[in-house]
């Protein structure tokens, strides 16, 4: 599918949906350029769908914060002009503030197109498609409250209805309404009604977007598992019964169009010559993969060839022999005092000689599938479908399966999504030969509980969906994480929880922006945690 072309029609959409009045409109039509009613709705959803993937990755937030805190990669950089140091040390950059906005400027602009879809939509009578982009909303503003926590919902994306200033709506008000906004989307889905088109997701399958939503339903129902689990039973049991995701043929991830500018941001970042030396798989990552000889381990990380210009250079192809991996411990640098990286008791040392020394060399780099361009982002997969319904049957909620076989079938099915990237490297025989021989420890729930969501955070930063790994790491509490204390750090040495939210908010949204903040009590801070996030 060329997805430019549909983005050439949908710049002129954008612009007719944002015409002032039907007055205006009638006043100042060309004859000879065709109105909205001339525009098919259907071209908004390949953007839709590829945004709500490429969002969640590169310069907008995850391998510039949540992608180190959790541990699942490492770097030396420091401070002032050197982003990585947000992630990693949690000190600011100079742009620190870009790097807050743009996820939240991204994920709602996203959202916006999702919502101008559904009217259009209405309009024509395409009813499915409308209601596909509702369900697109409802995961877009979701990615949005996991990340900065109360949000825009009931008034967002109305400002074609004068609403500029809308109210940050509670989080424990938030999930329930999403829930059952999702509920009403899915159930309305006629598989005899229009046909998407234009659909590279699922190619118009109205019973893929069914198994889409109720998906999606289950992970947000988990979110509040903790909190309010008579609510999150009721939606596991509603999106159990509607049918969720039962293969990983059933991923929903976006494809790219590199021909046509459309591709991966994480592998953007991971092209970048200084970024592809400077970002390594943390020593916790690693060191996890190797307790298991997990096969996956020479699929995701290599050791690149000695000195700094074969560090430096993305195109040449490393070590990945299991044996010789080694992960970077977070929170050193290359300053030359007591956290520089040479005082790390297990240092192995640089590559290289002169001027073509690599003090980092002998880390483990992400191999080339994660510098593809071409590589697909990942929204939802049945891998994570199958991880929570592990967690929520060793919690005792009610499910039809145990959480041995839910965390054996999820375990495989991570395997398989991985080898969307950069096609098949693990067998399913050694997937399964793996999975046997690492069954779930059920010798009490919090065992359980510790290697599913470990699992889960693992499969989740293998196929880059690093946000991700972030949320179930603060749902769950698991990994269990030593937080990194470097000076001048921003959240008193915690793993930040959540993103302060954006400063342009308070300057275009004031009255709502400071209630929102007088509710977590201030100030718009890294360390406030989510509604859902408890102990």
Do not use: H
């Not at 979110?223 to 019964?241: F, G, P, S």
């Not at 916790?284 to 381990?297: H, S, V």
């Not at 750090?489 to 209630?515: K, L």
Request: hydrophobic share 40%; proline share 5%; glycine share 8%.
């Amino acid at each position: 599918m060329n997805i430019y072309i549909k983005r050439v029609f949908l710049a002129s959409l954008i612009v007719f949906g944002l015409s002032c009045d039907d007055d205006f409109a009638e006043l100042n039509t060309d004859p000879n350029r065709a109105g909205a009613e001339a525009f098919d709705a259907n071209l908004i959803l390949p953007t839709v769908i590829y945004e709500s993937g490429n969002n969640r990755n590169g310069y907008s937030g995850a391998v510039l914060f949540q992608v180190m805190w959790i541990q699942l990669m490492a770097s030396t950089s420091t401070g002032g002009a050197n982003y990585y140091s947000n992630a990693d040390k949690y000190v600011a950059s100079g742009s620190t503030n870009s790097y807050i906005s743009s996820f939240w400027g991204n994920q709602y602009s996203t959202a916006s197109r999702a919502r101008q879809m559904e009217k259009l939509a209405i309009d024509k009578g395409l009813l499915n498609l409308a209601n596909i982009g509702r369900m697109l909303q409802i995961l877009d503003i979701s990615f949005v409250s996991d990340v900065y926590g109360d949000v825009p919902y009931n008034e967002a994306l109305q400002a074609d209805e004068e609403v500029t200033e809308p109210s940050y709506q509670l989080q424990s008000s938030l999930y329930p309404q999403m829930l059952a906004d999702l509920e009403v989307a899915i159930t309305a889905l006629n598989p005899s009604g229009d046909i998407p088109t234009n659909d590279f997701l699922y190619n118009g399958d109205i019973a893929q977007w069914r198994k889409f939503g109720y998906s999606l339903m289950l992970k947000l129902a988990m979110r509040m598992v903790k909190v309010d689990a008579a609510t999150a039973q009721t939606y596991i049991t509603t999106a159990l019964n509607g049918g969720i995701f039962t293969s990983p043929d059933d991923d929903a991830y976006s494809i790219m169009d590199q021909a046509n500018g459309f591709n991966n941001a994480t592998a953007n970042a991971f092209n970048t010559v200084d970024d592809v030396y400077e970002v390594r798989w943390s020593n916790t990552f690693i060191d996890y993969l190797q307790a298991t000889n997990d096969p996956r381990l020479s699929v995701v990380a290599e050791i690149p060839p000695a000195g700094l210009a074969a560090n430096r250079d993305g195109t040449v192809v490393g070590n990945s022999d299991p044996s010789v991996q080694i992960g970077l411990p977070n929170g050193l640098d290359l300053r030359g005092a007591g956290t520089d990286v040479s005082t790390d008791p297990n240092y192995p040392g640089a590559t290289g000689t002169g001027d073509d020394v690599a003090p980092i060399g002998n880390y483990s780099r992400p191999t080339a599938i994660y510098r593809d361009r071409e590589g697909p982002t990942f929204i939802l997969t049945y891998a994570q479908t199958q991880l929570l319904l592990a967690d929520a049957a060793a919690r005792g909620l009610t499910v039809p399966g145990n959480a041995s076989q839910y965390y054996n079938d999820g375990l495989i099915a991570a395997f398989a999504t991985l080898n969307k990237l950069g096609g098949t490297q693990v067998s399913v025989e050694d997937a399964t030969a793996y999975a046997n021989a690492n069954p779930l420890d059920t010798g009490n729930a919090d065992a359980s509980l510790e290697m599913i969501n470990v699992q889960y955070w693992a499969s989740m930063g293998m196929i880059g969906d690093f946000v991700e790994a972030w949320n179930n790491w603060k749902r769950s509490d698991y990994p269990e994480l030593t937080p990194v204390n470097y000076t001048g750090n921003f959240s008193n040495g915690q793993i930040p929880v959540r993103q302060p939210y954006p400063s342009g908010e308070e300057a275009t949204n004031t009255e709502n922006y400071q209630e929102a903040i007088g509710r977590i009590g201030g100030p718009n801070d890294w360390t406030t945690k989510m509604w859902w996030d408890v102990e």
